[in-house]
């Protein structure tokens, strides 16, 4: 099974590494970063380097697609030759899938027209300037088109599609596999529990961002 992740400059790396994590280990996976031109990028911190393997049109029809999330995807939304692509993978695709506001391209390709997606909540409402159904859940699937909320979410989406790819036992030995067995030090992580103090503070880094 071919596995495309689409990677560029100033996207937010678990976005894409903790489905990467997941998704590597499925039985005969082969994994590809890919992206407008071969060569390395930077995510959003600046710190880290990834490095796209092969650029979009050298792999045109992957069995599973992701795009993930990060402020440099805001570009993409307006970006012929990626939509284009998504677009085309689409058609094509056993799976097509997101993580944070990688939903918002797929909305902008047209994808998501009359579907249930999901977002980051800073953006899930955007979804709708697209047609889409916003939904507050952390991983929604539509059909063949998975989307995971914001970033850490994206393991779980990585998780239920290898289930859905491989069965639950595989994906069940995946998780143990990366001992991913969250046990948070605060419960914080949805705006809900947070209270409106943090999330006026994640609203503001995001409008400096």
Not at 161 to 188: M, S, V
Request: net charge negative; proline share 6%.
């Amino acid at each position: 099974m071919r596995i495309a992740i689409l990677i560029f400059d100033g996207l937010t790396a678990l976005d894409a590494i903790g489905p990467y994590e997941v998704l590597s280990r499925l039985p005969e996976a082969e994994v590809t970063f890919v992206g407008a031109a071969v060569g390395s990028i930077r995510t959003d911190t600046g710190a880290l380097g990834l490095q796209v393997d092969a650029t979009i049109e050298e792999v045109p029809s992957p069995e599973v697609f992701l795009v993930p999330g990060g402020k440099g995807n805001r570009p993409l939304l307006a970006d012929e030759r990626v939509l284009d692509w998504v677009r085309s993978a689409h058609e094509t695709s056993a799976w097509t899938t997101s993580v944070c506001t990688g939903s918002l391209v797929l909305g902008a390709a047209g994808v998501l027209e009359g579907k249930r997606a999901t977002s980051h909540w800073a953006y899930r409402d955007r979804l709708a300037e697209f047609g889409a159904t916003p939904v507050a859940e952390r991983v929604a699937q539509d059909g063949k088109i998975m989307t995971a909320a914001g970033v850490a979410a994206g393991i779980d989406m990585a998780l239920t599609l290898a289930a859905r790819i491989a069965g639950d036992e595989i994906a069940k030995a995946i998780q143990l596999g990366i001992e991913y067995d969250p046990d948070p030090p605060f419960d914080t992580g949805s705006p809900e529990k947070a209270g409106p103090g943090l999330v006026d503070l994640i609203h503001q880094a995001e409008d400096r961002g």
